[in-house]
Every structure is written in structure tokens, then in C-alpha cells.
């Protein structure tokens, strides 16, 4: 009779929870422009309240994301050195501590300077060192690694991508950093038709001002030449190059994991830059870089990169290339090559994506400037990109470049006050990196019809699912995802970012 009456009492107990007990509880976070990360709760409905925008259940399976990342750039570590010790620690401990806000496990550098220098500076500038005589870091010991080891602190594990703006001024043809000279740099103005080698006319200025969406095709033109020597000599000094950056980080204790050849070759700046050909990144790339590491650090990948265009037909000569396909992990992208994100990751269904750097905005830090961020999280990482790479992550007051550019970052410090404040796309990060961790699967994306109001949907290694909803209209929205036979009602309130645990 016991033993009945344990077995009655079981089966009541299974009847009265539901398959998947994560499909009940639902916990929500939600931030607007007046409060961040505010907490409710919630439980499935059995019926959908909105338009049904995605529909996953156990069955469902997708790209597993690897990790988020930022930058450690020299005006970085100056806005860094404005905050007190504590304040320092803070910041570091909420942007890579795993009990943290962003929870970021990954970092990029730059061999050589980039556009968040102080100022132009390479690791070799000694012409004619192909023995690489003089190559040293001494630069990134006073102002890189500091800020690195500082996040190392708190994330032990850190892991590091490379990308060179430019090679040392010796190795170019116009024996300067610059692509195109402007009143922000030396370079010579005559100069300025190596570019397309046809009537001198420089890129557009219009075109290369870093506000948001650069419409239509970017860029209008092609570059005719490489800028890097196309001489052997050269090419395999420079892969020698990469191998040395990679031996002298890992003696600091920081480990290089992957490699990119270029960073934006299609941009033509006054700032710190290279442009490339199709045929000068594939000799370089097949016949110097990727031999050249695999021999001497097969360890660490190479991914080609970083693709900045929306030129589809110039990417796919490159990517088509059958050898590269052999030699490369994965595909780098940046603004406008998030247009072809859908038929890049159709065509090479054997590669990687990552989101080698997010849009940089224009110093405004404002709310607007967090709902674009969140929405490129959600396109990005919504198409199959399973790294995501933030740009600067501190900066003083709008951000300026000695180039001119005003940038965004997740946090701004106030030079004359000295206190930091945590922007709108500090919490646009939280609300993906902090649930979306290594392992997680992104299982179904509404953000393309729905750009005003993009949802991703997640699971988690734990089985919970993680969903991530944007509205950046006027008004409430009220959405539905259909979680196995139960629906999330996704209620937001305007111009608000929201992220909703189901377990």
C-alpha cells in the first residue's frame, strides 16, 4: 500500500509539471534611457498575445557561439589612467570578470599602430630589416599590454586576435602609414593617384566619415594597386613579422590565438592603413603567411580578414580561392560586409564568422547610438557570427582621434571631472554577452523584416533559453516566440532593450 501510494504521488508530481520545466519560469531584464537592468518575472503562456517572429524546440540547433571580445587601443589606456585604482578595478572586473556584467573572453591588438593611437609608430622601423634585427614590442609594453594585463586580471583565460592598420612605412610604395593624405597627416598629395593610378582623385571624403551606415556601394572604387611591396623579400619579411609579434606577446604571458592579414583593406584612409588587391591578398596570404605559420606556430589560426565591403563579387574572388579555403579557420567582417553575411555563410558553410569589430558611431554615447549597437548584435550574431569583437571600450569625452574621428565606447570618462559614466552600448552588450556565453547556440533570429524590433533566440549549455528583444520604436511591442508547445510573450516597452531567461 506504501509503495502504491509513493507511486500515486510521483506520477501526480509528474502530471503537475510540465515537460521541460524550463518552458514556466521566464526572468526578465529590461533597460531604457532612464533604467538599467531592471528585473521581472514571468511565465509561458499557452498562447501567443503578438505575431509569432520565431519558433524553436528541443529539436532546434544552430551556430554555437565561441566568445565576446574588445580592443585594448592606446587612447584606451589614456581614459584608463584617469580613473582612480578602484574605479579601474571596477571597470575591468564588469567588463571580464565571468561573474561580471559583459563577461568578455577575448581581445584584439594591433601589430603596429592603429587609429586609436596617440600617434603614427610601428615595431620595426629600421628600412631594409629583413632579419628582423630591430623588431621589438617596447611600444606595447608602456601603453597595450599594460591595459590587457589589467583584463587578464580578471580573465585569466584571454585570449587574443592580431590585425595590422600598416606595415612599417618601409615596406609601402608611398613610404607612408596613410592610404590618402589629408591635413591630418604628411603624406605627400602627389601621391594621391597610386590609389586608382588614373586622374589623382582621392577617395571621397564624404565617404570614409565614420557615421553609421555608409549608403550604397562601399567602396565605390577598388583599389588598382597593392600598397604593400610586392617584392619576396618583403612579403616573407612580413609573415616573419607576424611569427616574431606572436613570440614576444606570448613571453609577456599573453597568448595570440588567431591572426587576420589586414585590417579594412577597402579603406582608403588618412589614418593608419593598406590597401590590397584580390591578387596581392591571396599571393600574400597562400604563399607567405599561412606556410610561414604553420611552420613556425601552428598553434594559431589564420582567418582571413578583415572584410569591410559590400562588394560580394570582390570577397568571393578572394574566398573562392580553393588554396585559401585549405589555409583559413574563418572570415572576419566589419560594417558593410554584414550585408553579405547571408550569402557568405551559404556559400562557405565550412567557415567561422566573426564580428572582427563593431561599428564604431560618431562620439555621440547616447541612447540612439545603444539601440544601433544592439541591433548589430542581434544582425550579426542572428547571421552565424560566433565572435563578436567590440572596438574602443573607454574613451574620453567624444572620443577623438588624432586622425579627427569621433568614436563611441562602452564607457566615457569625463577629462575635466575624471569620473566615468557607462553608456547605452555598455548595457546593449550586457543583454547579449552576459547570458550568451561559449557553447550557447543562436537557434532563430527575427530582426531583418523586423529591424525596429529584432528578437535572437538561444539556449544555453543548461538547457535554458536565452532570448534577446529590441524595440526601438515610439511605442510598446508585443512579439511571440513559440518555445515547444508554449509562447513567450515579449511585451516591450519603446526604445528599450530586453533579454528574457526560460528556464
Known sequence: MKQRKMFVTMALA???TPTGSWAQKVTSFTTTEATSWAKGKSVMATKAAGNVVAAVDANSHG???VGFGTTFNELDWDAFNLLTRQEQDELMYRLFAPEGDLKFTHGRVSMNANDYARAWYSCDDVAGDFALRYFNIDHDK??????????QKYQPALQLFMSPWSPPVWMKINHDYPVSPSNTNQMDERQAYLLYMDDGRQVDAEEMKLLGDRKGVFPRRLASQDYFIQDPRYLQCYADMFCRFIELYKTEGLPITKVMYQNEAYSYTPYPGCAWTAEGTLRFNNDYLAPTLAKRHPEVELWIGTFNTNRLDYVEKILDDKTLQAN?????TQWECRNNLPAMRQR???????????????????????????????DNIGLGCDEYYNWNFILTDNGISPWGWTQNALVQVNSKTRKPRYTAEFFAYKHFSHFVQAGTEMLAYAGREHSQTPVVVFRDKAGQYIVTAGNFTDKPSLLSVKIGKKYLNLNTAAHSFNTYVVK
Do not use: Q
Open 14 to 16: 509528474t502530471l503537475m
Open 63 to 65: 551556430t554555437r557561439f
Open 142 to 151: 608602456r601603453n597595450i599590454i599594460p591595459l590587457a594585463r589589467a583584463a
Open 328 to 332: 583559413v579557420k574563418g572570415i572576419g
Open 348 to 378: 562557405y558553410p565550412n567557415h567561422r564568422f566573426m564580428v572582427s569589430e563593431s561599428e564604431c558611431g560618431n562620439g555621440s554615447m547616447d541612447w540612439k547610438a545603444g539601440e544601433h549597437t544592439f541591433f548589430l548584435l542581434s
